[in-house]
Every structure is written in structure tokens, then in C-alpha cells.
Nanobody
Framework: VQLQASGGGLVQAGGSLRLSCVASGGTLSRFTTAWFRQPPGEERELIAAIRGSGVNTYYSDSVKGRFTISRDNAKNTVHLQMNNLKPEDTAVYYC????????????????????WGQGTQVTVSS
């Protein structure tokens, strides 16, 4: 499956953005899909994930209550709605997919996801 992320941009603190991850070559509802982000000079961080069925979701503490992950199976797309953005949300955001949801999501790392989209830059100004 090939993934393409889009929707990044420059926004003021308190603003919103919606990222999209569109899949081709595979049915995204069969995969667990996640969003990672990587601030400059830092490691890539898992921030949200959604199971193929959509029943289970995961959010890191840093985004819980502000970001919402969802899927649109008709468009083979996973979205990340980001509200109340803060300057510390500035990062390159990546979507990634894996086959299963069978371990505690908070333990997942980049190495657990074989399929990746290109990054999309999100910059939040203060």
C-alpha cells in the first residue's frame, strides 16, 4: 500500500488544521493507520492511531483532547483533525500503516510500521 499525506501548513496558535492520508494499492480499512510527528532535532513520535475497523483509537498524552483521528473508508483516507494548535506541535507529520492492532499502542515505534507516507510540514506560530 502506498500512502500520501497532505494538509500541513502554517497556522497561528489556537488554530486548526486537518491532515489527510490517502492510500493507493490497498484498502486502508484493512490496516491500522497512525500519525507520527518529528520536530526538528527530535525523534519521531507516535501521536494517534486508528484500527482498521475504526473501533479502537489511540492518542498520546501530548495531543489527547485536541486531535481526532478518523477514517473515511469510501475515500480510502485517514484524517487527523488538529484543533487548538500550539507552537510545540510544530513538526513534520507522517502517516503510517501496519497490518495489526495486537499490542498496546503506546509501545509502538516507527519500526512497527512498514508502510509510510511522505511527511507534511505543520508550523504553528505563537
Amino acid at each position: 500500500v502506498q500512502l500520501q499525506a497532505s494538509g500541513g501548513g502554517l497556522v497561528q496558535a489556537g488554530g486548526s488544521l486537518r491532515l489527510s492520508c490517502v492510500a493507493s494499492g490497498g484498502t486502508l480499512s484493512r490496516f491500522t493507520t497512525a500519525w507520527f510527528r518529528q520536530p526538528p532535532g527530535e525523534e519521531r513520535e507516535l501521536i494517534a492511531a486508528i484500527r482498521g475497523s475504526g473501533v479502537n483509537t489511540y492518542y498520546s498524552d501530548s495531543v489527547k483532547g485536541r486531535f481526532t483521528i478518523s477514517r473515511d473508508n469510501a475515500k480510502n483516507t485517514v484524517h487527523l483533525q488538529m484543533n487548538n494548535l500550539k507552537p510545540e506541535d510544530t513538526a513534520v507529520y507522517y502517516c503510517a500503516s501496519r497490518w495489526s492492532w495486537n499490542v498496546v499502542p503506546s509501545t509502538w515505534s516507527s519500526a512497527d510500521f512498514p508502510y509510510w507516507g511522505q511527511g507534511t510540514q505543520v508550523t504553528v506560530s505563537s
